[in-house]
């Protein structure tokens, strides 16, 4: 029997009005779309209700508690001595300036001092093992989709269907599409990319696309949960630019069998694919000092981890117990969807007693990064809101301690580009204060001795070399471990990592104040209700043109101008500790642009800038989804819809993708397709038969056989 059959009396399940609507479903070549469906139960939460009951897991380890105390405790020693020093600084009556600059330079300071403890606690890192006994888990691997390059998605999965059938895992396998695109060009090309992954792949190959796209890709995911949920016993989230090797879902596979309190494993997934500067200098930055920094974050967060969305192992029957999430009252960007539902499914699963682990010692995860500095700053957009969004969840009932720092974390991940912006400020508002006012040494009539104003230049300076070891101290860690380990081989030796590292700390420094500006507009969108919408995410952008990037960085180097022509007449003192981020400022546009050039890129990779060991010596899986993309891409129309009209073999087989018989359920859900068969005709050539179909009725076609063999039927 065919992998994409289904059992003998198992195709014709019945489906209800709202489920018949909810998803399209195709007869493909070899067999339906889907398999059979096997329902699970997916409440929505109540986030002050009781939790679900989950199994109990017990209390944090030895080292997990120590790695707590050293992450979370040595934050709060260094910013009660950074405060302490910074109240030296201004004396015992700091005047209101001076106040609200210590509250922020307390803000900022914490947060530096988290990030170095946070990754010194990862010398507390548990090791791990992956067990050996015997495992029979039905593993699903899904791959959420939204207008992606079908060409290059079906060939990371053909690579993944043939890389899982080299380390035995066929025969308890399946991949899943689940398609929410609604554009009729990515339709029909995923339907094509799909019907020739599934000629090639010694895996079952199931592909879903909803009608509707309640929930975003969190509601897709429930979608698939509730449906086929109850077929699985795992489930391996993938983004539409991400992979893992099969050696790693096996021992995913195998850890979470071998625990059964456990209900998610998050990977740490190494960036790859970058050809530009800005996605180059993102993916050494990760390879170098990302597993660092993941030994941190799993070490203090123990068995109350967090989700990333992607690239990680979920225990389906725990997922739908505890994941199922509602809209949040109100209106976007507060109310509605939730958006980084990944953290809030994390924060689920803990709190019912699922362990949620990150395991930093698998290395064949893979991602794509965003190519440029522009589309980054899109992808943050959604974020950030999302991220805000986690502060109407933080204190739900029955959170675990742990889980609620991960959202703090991820909101202060953001609101710290304002509190930059703003500690800045306040610092040039005290230096005019000082250069524009007459210093009152007697504030009372009959006082004997003067009020001296009080500043200690030299502690301020030392608080801000403390500051920058903070920052820098963790990557100076990442490089010594490269340096001490193969991986410095393996990025072209120890002399090209350490240039390689200057090169991203300097481009890095240029970059930062860009952000911090960008993020800043961010937050106070939010703030003003602009919600972000729903976009596809850009996987392979182009050099923005000068016009784009002179208008986008316009405010930026408008302010970095202003700020040093004001500072160069006033206070030329305040440009030596400045100039970064002036120079980041007045550059922005430079930088923007040069670090999106592929051409930069490629000269990087000759000079050994920037490599990675990934780049060196392409994974095995990496390579064959390059080789698998270029194949199906060369079956795929170039021309959209009307290729299916010039072509016989094309209509014959799009139209055999779709599900025979006349379209079922009420007429109010089938207007677009009415509509499309009259205007089919009366249309006297497929030209104008295009011409005359909106957006959405040429999607109606593309879900109904009967249109498309009328179309078929017209004359070229």
């Not at 209106?331 to 509605?336: I, K, R, T, W, Y």
């Not at 090209?496 to 507009?521: K, N």
């Not at 050539?685 to 249109?707: G, I, P, V």
């Amino acid at each position: 029997m065919s992998p994409q059959q289904p059992d003998d009396g198992a195709t014709d399940l019945p489906l209800s009005e709202e489920a018949e609507w909810a998803a399209l479903e195709l007869d493909l070549p070899g067999g339906p779309a889907t398999p059979p469906e096997a329902r699970l139960d997916m409440p929505e939460q109540d986030f002050r209700a009781r939790p679900p009951l989950g199994p109990d897991s017990g209390w944090p380890g030895p080292l997990t508690i120590l790695a707590r105390l050293v992450a979370f405790g040595g934050a709060a020693a260094i910013a009660w001595l950074g405060v302490k020093e910074m109240i030296r600084v201004f004396g015992d009556n700091p005047t209101f300036l001076q106040t609200v600059l210590l509250v922020l330079f307390g803000l900022t300071f914490t947060w530096v001092g988290f990030s170095f403890s946070s990754m010194v606690a990862g010398f507390l890192a548990p090791r791990l093992k992956t067990p050996t006994g015997p495992n029979d888990a039905k593993v699903a691997i899904i791959m959420p989709v939204y207008h992606e390059d079908a060409a290059a998605t079906a060939g990371l999965l053909a690579a993944l269907a043939r890389d899982l059938y080299r380390v035995g895992m066929a025969d308890r396998s399946e991949v899943f599409v689940l398609s929410d695109s609604r554009q009729p060009g990515a339709v029909f090309e995923e339907m094509i990319a799909i019907s020739r992954l599934r000629d090639i792949s010694p895996v079952p190959i199931w592909y879903r696309r909803r009608r509707s796209n309640k929930g975003r890709k969190a509601g897709n995911v429930a979608d698939f949960v509730m449906r086929w949920g109850g077929r699985y016993d795992q489930m391996v989230v993938l983004d539409a630019d991400s992979v893992m090797g099969a050696t790693t879902i096996k021992a995913l596979s195998a850890r979470m069998n071998a625990d059964p309190a456990v209900g998610l494993i998050q990977t740490m997934p190494m960036l790859v694919g970058g050809q530009t500067i800005f996605a180059r200098l993102t993916q050494f930055a990760g390879r170098i000092y990302g597993p660092s920094i993941a030994r941190g974050v799993a070490a203090w967060s123990g068995d109350s981890g967090n989700f990333w969305g992607h690239n990680a192992i979920i225990r389906v029957s725990a997922f739908a117990q505890c994941c199922g999430l509602p809209e949040l009252p109100g209106m976007p960007p507060f109310g509605g969807t939730i958006l980084s539902h990944d953290f809030v499914e994390a924060a689920l699963l803990r709190r019912a007693g699922w362990k949620v682990r990150l395991d930093h010692d698998l290395r064949e995860s893979f991602e794509g990064s965003p190519p440029t500095l522009l589309d980054m700053a899109v992808r943050e957009r959604r974020w950030a809101q999302g991220n805000l969004q986690h502060s109407r969840l933080i204190f739900s009932r029955g959170f675990a301690w742990i889980s609620r720092a991960h959202f703090v974390i991820g909101i202060m991940g953001f609101l710290m580009s304002p509190i930059w912006l703003a500690m800045i400020l306040v610092g040039l508002a005290l230096s005019a204060n000082v250069l524009l006012s007459r210093p009152d040494y007697f504030p009372q009539t009959y006082q004997l001795f003067p009020d001296w104003p009080t500043f200690d230049p030299v502690r301020m300076l030392w608080l801000f070399i403390a500051a920058m070891s903070f920052l820098l101290v963790p990557k100076f860690i990442g490089i010594f471990r490269a340096w001490m380990r193969p991986l410095a081989a393996n990025s072209g030796g120890k002399a090209r990592l350490l240039g390689s590292a200057l090169f991203e700390i300097t481009l890095s420094a240029l970059i930062a104040p860009i952000q911090m500006l960008i993020q800043t507009r961010q937050i106070i969108d939010i703030l003003r209700g602009r919600d972000s919408g729903w976009e596809a995410q850009v996987r392979a952008g182009q050099m923005p043109p000068w016009r784009v990037v002179l208008r986008r960085h316009s405010l930026h180097v408008s302010l970095g101008l202003g700020t040093l022509v004001v500072l160069a007449i006033f206070s030329p003192g305040q440009l030596i500790w400045l100039s970064p981020i002036l120079a980041g400022l007045i550059l922005s546009p430079i930088t923007s642009r040069l670090s999106a050039s592929p051409v930069f890129g490629r000269w990087a990779r000759r000079q050994g800038l920037l490599v990675t060991p990934e780049e060196r010596e392409s994974p095995e899986i990496l390579a064959a989804a390059n080789a698998l993309d270029y194949r199906i891409a060369g079956s795929l129309p170039r021309d959209g819809l009307a290729a299916m009209g010039r072509d016989p073999a094309m209509q014959a087989r799009v139209a055999s993708l779709l599900r025979a018989g006349a379209p079922q359920g009420p007429a109010a859900g089938r207007l677009d397709a009415i509509s499309a068969e009259a205007k089919l005709a009366h249309a006297s050539t497929q030209a104008e038969a295009l011409s005359f179909l909106t957006e959405s009725e040429k999607l109606a076609m593309l879900e109904t056989r009967a249109l498309v063999e009328v179309f078929a039927k017209l004359p070229k």
